[in-house]
């Protein structure tokens, strides 16, 4: 399966999906690299592995429908099957969405529904995590849709609230279990073991 995937950040995620692939757990080739940030940490690792990075902003364009058919054929000219979000902090276009329905995967680093939605990315969801008193949070992988983190849920993996845990030691004991669970679900798609009705996923 050919994947693209969309990064803001430095790529951890983006380096576990290759390591799955570097392992054969993931069954899958990254065709293609597109970040809204030029000074991104993923789109030198994406050079570094010879994969085409893309530095595509919105802002370059002097319309959202310039922006959009741009995005659609850098899709369509990598022969992209799925696109993978890992840390990507911009909206996906509703177009892109129609055309790839159900072919878009999230890792989000809480139990969604919970600390779900706008504003909830990073640090921000370990932070509200324990202002809630939470005494578990976890890791959900989920189809985005049209709506922050409302897209059906594909795994999730559970992660003890401890109670001393800041949100930087709690994000420090997520992330590993993002980088375990994320290639697990995008090797899911790419073995075609997922079905999708409605909100419902069901796995093989």
């Not at 050919?2 to 803001?8: E, M």
């Not at 976890?138 to 983190?149: K, R």
């Not at 009705?197 to 996923?201: H, I, T």
């Given at each position: 399966m050919?994947?693209?995937?969309?990064?803001?950040g430095r790529g951890s995620n983006f380096q576990a999906i290759l390591n799955a692939i570097d392992d054969g757990r993931l069954p899958a080739v990254v065709t293609l690299l597109v970040s809204n940030n030029s000074n991104?940490?993923?789109m030198e690792l994406a050079r570094s592995r010879n994969i085409p990075a893309i530095h595509l902003n919105q802002k370059q364009y002097s319309s959202a429908q310039l922006y959009e058919e741009q995005l659609l054929q850098l899709l369509t000219?990598?022969?992209?099957?799925?696109i993978a979000l890992a840390g990507y902090m911009k909206r996906i276009p509703t177009v892109v969405i129609d055309r790839f329905r159900n072919r878009i995967l999230n890792v989000h680093p809480a139990l969604l529904p919970a600390f779900g939605g706008a504003g909830m990315y990073g640090i921000h969801v370990h932070e509200a995590v324990l202002a809630s008193g939470a005494k578990v949070t976890?890791?959900?992988?989920?189809?985005?849709?049209?709506?922050?983190?409302k897209g059906p849920i594909v795994m999730q993996k559970c992660v003890d609230v401890l109670d001393d845990d800041t949100p930087e030691s709690l994000a420090a004991r997520v992330l590993p279990v993002e980088h375990e669970l994320y290639p697990r679900a995008i090797a899911a798609f790419a073995n075609k073991r997922v079905r999708i009705?409605?909100?419902?996923?069901w796995i093989q």
């Open positions: 050919n994947i693209a995937v969309f990064a803001s991104a940490g993923a000219r990598y022969k992209v099957e799925l976890g890791v959900t992988v989920h189809v985005v849709d049209e709506e922050y983190d009705e409605g909100r419902k996923v």
